[in-house]
């Protein structure tokens, strides 16, 4: 069983930074993919960012690329998403997912189906 635990979501101004991380335990963590994903209110799940194994690739969502970057430490069984000159529209509740499908070259998963293991969320809010 994979267990992930975000941490570092709170309220901040527009223009602001937030580093979130992402503790994983239970699993080979450095062996699979990671990812992370938005959720305002209402039932869309967005896809943020994600990063390789290896942390060799990575892709962003249109909306944050410049903006936030997404990077992991396999020693420390962790992935964060460092986020920059943020707005108000960031505001959402942030999860990180792991995907435990083996890919070979550099496809990324951006769709919330292709991650199996899902953290419990943590709160971001971008004050106008």
């Known amino acids: 069983q994979v267990q992930l635990v975000e941490s570092g979501g709170a309220l901040v101004q527009a223009g602001g930074s937030l580093r979130l991380s992402c503790a994983a335990s239970g699993r080979t963590f450095s062996s699979y993919p990671m990812g992370w994903f938005r959720q305002a209110p209402g039932p869309e799940r967005d896809f943020v960012a994600a990063?390789?194994?290896?942390?060799?690739?990575?892709v962003y969502a249109d909306s944050v690329k410049g903006r936030f970057t997404i990077s992991r430490d396999n020693a420390k069984n962790t992935v964060y998403l460092q986020m920059n000159s943020l707005k108000p529209e960031d505001t959402a509740v942030y999860y990180c997912?792991?995907?435990?499908?083996?890919?070979?070259?550099?496809?990324?998963?951006?769709?919330?189906?292709?991650?199996?293991?899902w953290g419990q969320g943590t709160q971001v809010t971008v004050s106008s």
């Open positions: 990063i390789s194994w290896s942390g060799g690739y990575t």
């Open positions: 997912a792991q995907d435990t499908t083996y890919y070979s070259g550099s496809y990324l998963g951006s769709e919330s189906y292709e991650y199996d293991y």
